[in-house]
């Protein structure tokens, strides 16, 4: 349980972090919250010979509304982010999520870019940001760029981030006029990280689902929008048997993980009633 040792060098700044990912390339690895790192060097799954700790650049730390749209920079704690009026009136499903991750150490020192750049299959954000159609920006040695959530998660553990980018931030869009979304996990019980977490945006006309966007996290090696729940719901009445037909396509097409936790035919149940209730109480919301 105790790291390989390591330089370690405080960036005050975006460029300088940048400068210093430059300048120790392949033996560097940023440090952000530490509560994904810190764990896999302690268990020497990872041995950087450098650690770039990019905790305290104020510039990544804002969390504000402009335009319409939610910016949260990647340093905003998962506290900051739950406690946030500004995520709260704008995506309150997801100032939710950061309060359920972890526990009060992990959400007082995790970081939305930590989380996003670790891209563990069972973290709770990239469920909810591809629901949100959110964006991720990052800059890097060849300048700035935005992904949309949709594109950034490619495998287990693997993003599209390139060599010695950052992440900077997040933006989401307002949610659709009207619309309700929640997200719900079964979550493990010692880690809180989801079993299976569904994510579910609901927005009615007349009592017709005019628009239905459902994410999970936890089913398979990264998280997905499921079209088949989407368009098995969608012109459809939001009544409980519609839903329940619906929730029943979850995870169609997927290789669903199993692992000492739970088996592939225990999470694709888990999917189907996180899906139904997920959707019920974003159509109740709606
Ligand atoms: C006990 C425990 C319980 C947890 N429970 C949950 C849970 O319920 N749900 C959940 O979603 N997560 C959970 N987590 C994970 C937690 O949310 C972490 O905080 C998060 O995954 C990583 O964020 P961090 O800021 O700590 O990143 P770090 O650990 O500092 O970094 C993680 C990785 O991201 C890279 N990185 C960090 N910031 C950036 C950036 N801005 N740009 C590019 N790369 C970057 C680092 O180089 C490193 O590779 C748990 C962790 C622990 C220890």
Do not use: W
């Not at 370690?8 to 440090?31: F, I, P």
């Not at 509560?35 to 804002?62: T, V």
Request: hydrophobic share 45%; aromatic share 6%.
């Amino acid at each position: 349980m105790i790291p390989a040792s390591f330089n370690y060098h405080r960036a005050s700044s975006v460029n300088e972090a940048l400068d210093l990912l430059k300048q120790y390339g392949d033996d560097a690895r940023l440090l952000a919250g530490g509560h994904s790192l810190l764990p896999a060097m302690k268990l020497r799954m990872n041995a950087p010979a450098n650690l770039i700790d990019i905790g305290r650049i104020a510039e990544l730390n804002s969390i504000r509304v402009e335009n319409g749209t939610l910016h949260i920079g990647a340093g905003a704690t998962h506290s900051a982010i739950a406690a946030s009026p500004d995520v709260q009136g704008h995506a309150p499903v997801l100032a939710d999520t950061a309060g359920m991750i972890g526990d009060v150490q992990v959400r007082n020192k995790g970081t939305i870019g930590g989380s996003l750049a670790h891209a563990d299959p069972a973290a709770d954000y990239p469920a909810v940001l591809l629901i949100l159609n959110a964006s991720i920006n990052v800059i890097g040695p060849n300048g700035t760029r935005s992904i949309a959530a949709g594109d950034f998660f490619q495998d287990l553990y693997v993003t599209a981030l390139e060599e010695n980018e950052i992440i900077t931030g997040v933006e989401i869009p307002a949610m659709p006029q009207g619309a309700g979304a929640v997200y719900l996990k079964f979550a493990q019980p010692a880690s809180r990280f989801a079993l299976v977490g569904c994510a579910a945006l609901v927005k009615k006309d007349g009592g017709t689902c005019s628009e239905v966007r459902v994410a999970f996290t936890g089913v398979g090696n990264m998280p997905f929008r499921d079209s088949g729940v989407e368009g098995a719901l969608t012109g459809q009445s939001a009544d409980a048997s519609a839903i329940e037909a619906a929730a029943a396509q979850a995870a169609g097409g997927i290789d669903v993980l199993s692992d000492h936790f739970a088996g592939e035919d225990y999470r694709t149940h888990l999917a189907r009633v996180y899906a139904r209730r997920a959707l019920s109480q974003a159509a109740g919301l709606a």
